[in-house]
C-alpha cells in the first residue's frame, strides 16, 4: 500500500501510458512485483500554478486516470470506498486511490470541493511547499499557518469525505488542522524528524497527532528527507514511528 506517488502527472506531461511506462511505477510491473497492490496515485500541482488553470490542469490529469482505469480493467479500479478496495484487491488488480497534491487545485472556491469529491478525489495535501490559497507550505518565509480559507475548506473537505493530507504543510499550520479536524487526517508521505530534521518531517508530537485522530503517516523514500536512501535509514524512520 502506496500513499503517495506523482506518475499521473509526468504521465500528463510525457503522453506516457499509465500501463507501461519507464516511470518508476507502471501498472505492469506493479502487478508483477506488487499485487495485491493499492496505490494513490496524487495530481501534483507546481507552486507556479494558481487560480483557474490550476483547477483546470488538475481536473483534467483527473479526467485522464479515469480513462487509463476505463482503459486498463483488467488492471486497475478507482476505489472511492473500503469495500471497493476490498474486491479489486481481492480480484488482483491494482486498487488506484485519487489524491490531489496542493489546495491551489480549488483556486479559491469552495465549490471546487465537491467537483473534486465528484472525480472520485480521496485526499488532498493542502500545500506543497511554497503558500497557496490554503496556507503556507514548509518553505514558506511568512511562518502563518492556514488561511480563513484554508481553515473553511478543512472542515468542507470532511462533508464529502476528503482526507485533509499535512504532508508539505508547515508546523503551524498542521496544528491548525489538528485542532479543525473532527476526524482523521493523514501526512502521506512524510517521516521522522527525531531520526533525521528536516523541514519536511514529523516531529514526535505532530506523528502522535495524526495518530490519535485515527489517521496514519506514509513513509517517504526522498533521500533528503530520510538523511541517506537506503533501506537501513528506512527501517530507522519505521521503527522510530512504530515505537510511538
Not at 29 to 47: I, T
Not at 141 to 157: H, W
Not at 225 to 236: M, V
Request: proline fraction near 4%.
Amino acid at each position: 500500500f502506496d500513499m503517495h506517488c506523482d506518475t499521473l502527472y509526468e504521465c500528463f506531461q510525457t503522453g506516457a501510458p499509465l500501463v507501461d511506462n519507464r516511470l518508476h511505477i507502471d501498472l505492469t510491473r506493479g502487478l508483477r512485483v506488487a499485487a495485491p497492490w493499492a496505490q494513490v496515485f496524487a495530481v501534483w500541482l507546481p507552486d507556479t500554478l494558481r487560480g483557474k488553470p490550476a483547477y483546470e490542469q488538475c481536473r483534467e490529469i483527473l479526467e485522464q486516470a479515469h480513462r487509463e482505469a476505463e482503459n486498463n480493467a483488467g488492471k486497475m479500479a478507482v476505489v472511492r470506498t473500503a469495500e471497493d478496495m476490498r474486491k479489486t484487491l481481492s480480484s488482483g488488480r491494482c486498487a488506484a486511490l485519487l489524491a490531489v497534491e496542493g489546495g491551489a487545485a480549488l483556486a479559491g472556491s469552495l465549490e471546487h470541493i465537491r467537483d473534486l469529491a465528484a472525480l472520485d478525489v480521496k485526499i488532498l495535501t493542502l500545500t506543497w511547499n511554497g503558500d497557496n490559497e490554503l496556507g503556507c507550505g514548509c518553505c514558506s518565509k511568512t511562518g502563518t499557518g492556514l488561511t480563513p480559507f484554508g481553515k473553511c475548506a478543512v472542515r468542507e473537505l470532511e462533508t464529502y469525505g476528503i482526507l485533509p493530507d499535512v504532508s508539505h504543510l508547515n508546523e503551524r499550520g498542521f496544528w491548525d488542522v489538528a485542532e479543525l479536524s473532527g476526524g482523521p487526517f493523514i501526512a502521506s508521505h512524510s517521516v521522522s524528524a527525531a531520526v533525521h530534521p528536516n523541514p519536511r518531517n514529523l516531529t514526535d508530537a505532530q506523528f502522535a497527532a495524526v495518530r490519535d485522530s485515527g489517521g496514519v503517516v506514509g513513509l517517504n523514500v526522498c533521500a533528503a528527507q530520510l538523511g541517506e536512501q537506503s533501506f537501513s535509514c528506512i527501517e530507522r524512520h519505521l521503527y522510530h514511528y512504530l515505537s510511538l
